[in-house]
């Protein structure tokens, strides 16, 4: 079961979606052809932005870390935020923002506790380049790397809610032994949050 299949599953048929960081708008283009969702994305960066309207997908230029007020409350069914978290400044307000935009939200984060970042910490004594993280420490989009415990205990801080919460490994599938011990197993993961 890929991230995208989990996201898939979790959107009702004609919801009211929007995709901050939507990147080229692969999953608002995926949605909308499986569910018919009304989609909309928020992406900073033009070649993705040029992307989604190739795929007719409605984008609007924004920053997210200057804040999302012009959205109202509970104007959208769900929120995703897939793989954005950890490149913005200020991850505790976007998450703060998206429970307040979204009835229900989905937030893909990966594990920075997974088990092949802490060895290849431990023996090369360098930042890990995995394949959910796959840039250089003076490269990388990424400016808050988190742990799945992490980012649950910022929910918690935030009295945010975890619905749901499933977890893949480095090859985006759920396999049974990610329960067993999430935080060190775990590549990666998808949250389904609200208020």
Request: net charge negative; with cysteine; proline share 3%.
């Given at each position: 079961?890929?991230t995208?299949?989990?996201?898939?599953?979790?959107?009702?048929?004609?919801?009211?979606?929007?995709?901050?960081?939507?990147?080229?708008?692969?999953?608002?283009?995926?949605?909308?052809e499986?569910?018919n969702?009304?989609?909309?994305g928020v992406?900073?960066?033009?070649?993705?932005?040029?992307q989604?309207?190739?795929?007719?997908?409605?984008?609007?230029?924004?920053?997210?870390d200057?804040?999302l007020?012009?959205?109202?409350?509970?104007?959208?069914?769900?929120?995703?935020?897939?793989?954005?978290?950890?490149?913005?400044k200020?991850p505790?307000?976007?998450?703060?923002?998206?429970?307040?935009?979204?009835?229900?939200?989905?937030?893909?984060?990966?594990?920075?506790?997974?088990?092949?970042?802490r060895?290849?910490?431990?023996f090369?004594?360098?930042?890990?380049?995995?394949?959910?993280?796959?840039?250089?420490?003076?490269?990388?989009?990424?400016?808050?790397?988190?742990?799945?415990k992490?980012?649950?205990?910022?929910?918690?801080?935030?009295?945010?809610?975890?619905k749901?919460r499933?977890?893949?490994?480095?090859?985006?599938?759920?396999?049974?032994?990610?329960?067993?011990?999430?935080?060190?197993?775990?590549?990666?993961?998808?949250?389904?949050?609200?208020?």
């Open positions: 079961m890929s995208l299949s989990v996201i898939n599953d979790w959107i009702k048929h004609g919801s009211k979606v929007l995709d901050l960081g939507c990147g080229d708008g692969e999953i608002l283009f995926n949605l909308r499986s569910k969702i009304v989609a909309l992406e900073i960066e033009e070649k993705n932005i040029e989604c309207l190739l795929k007719n997908i409605n984008v609007i230029e924004q920053n997210i200057y804040g007020s012009n959205f109202t409350s509970n104007s959208f069914a769900v929120v995703i935020m897939s793989q954005t978290i950890q490149v913005l200020k505790e307000i976007a998450l703060s923002e998206i429970t307040r935009i979204g009835e229900v939200c989905i937030v893909t984060i990966p594990n920075f506790g997974h088990w092949r970042s060895l290849s910490l431990l090369t004594g360098k930042m890990p380049i995995t394949e959910p993280l796959p840039d250089n420490w003076y490269d990388t989009p990424n400016i808050h790397l988190c742990t799945l992490d980012f649950e205990i910022l929910c918690s801080y935030l009295s945010i809610n975890i749901e499933i977890l893949v490994n480095s090859d985006n599938q759920k396999r049974w032994y990610l329960n067993i011990w999430p935080n060190l197993f775990c590549a990666s993961a998808v949250y389904k949050i609200s208020n």
